[in-house]
């Protein structure tokens, strides 16, 4: 299966480096033309999708609408991004700066609301299995989401680390193949 990955365009929140989360904030100007941009890039390299996936997130759901160019959407919520509960609005370092260390699985910490991160693990493996039943090996499928669960997805089909993955950028194609 040949799986395309997209960040959604940038955001107001990710100029001035805000965590997003589940909190619904929409694509700014130059988010609308960098989606607009990887339309055409899309176009001019002669890519077809037999399904385009998005999260029911306004900022990845625009995203996907515009780079669909006609095709439908579909929206599923295991695409939405991990819920950062109370550190969203704020710097991304304030997650990973306090005492709890959110990314450890034996923790598993709901603190301050947020996604325990084996449950947001979890969803991410589960939509990669339903893809897996869903459709056949030679498919090409567009995911458009955000930047926490495409890292889970890189982990997941390429068996790395968590501190391994890099930021993914913002409307930027992304290619993986499973089997």
């Known amino acids: ?4 990955f997209v960040r959604h365009g940038q955001t107001d929140w990710n100029a001035s480096d805000r965590l997003q989360g589940q909190s619904d904030i929409p694509l700014n100007q ?3 033309a960098q989606a607009e941009s990887l339309r055409d890039q899309i176009r001019g390299r002669g890519l077809r ?3 385009i996936y998005a999260s029911p997130l306004q900022r990845v759901r625009k995203t996907a609408e515009i780079i669909a160019d006609g095709q439908p959407v579909l929206i599923d919520h295991l695409l939405s991004e991990r819920n950062a509960g109370q550190f969203e609005g704020g710097s991304p370092t304030a997650l990973f700066d306090n005492e709890i260390d959110f990314l450890d699985p034996e923790l598993n910490s709901s603190a301050f609301g947020v996604e325990p991160i084996r449950e947001f693990h979890a969803r991410a493996a589960n939509f990669l299995q339903n893809l897996r039943h869903l459709y056949p090996g030679d498919a090409t499928i567009l995911i458009v989401s955000s930047n926490g669960l495409m890292k889970r997805f890189a982990m997941i089909l390429q068996d790395l680390p968590a501190g391994n993955i890099p930021n993914f950028r913002n409307a930027e194609i992304y290619n993986f193949n499973i089997r």
């Open 1 to 4: 299966m040949n799986l395309y």
């Open 30 to 32: 130059t988010g609308i």
């Open 49 to 51: 999708f037999d399904v």
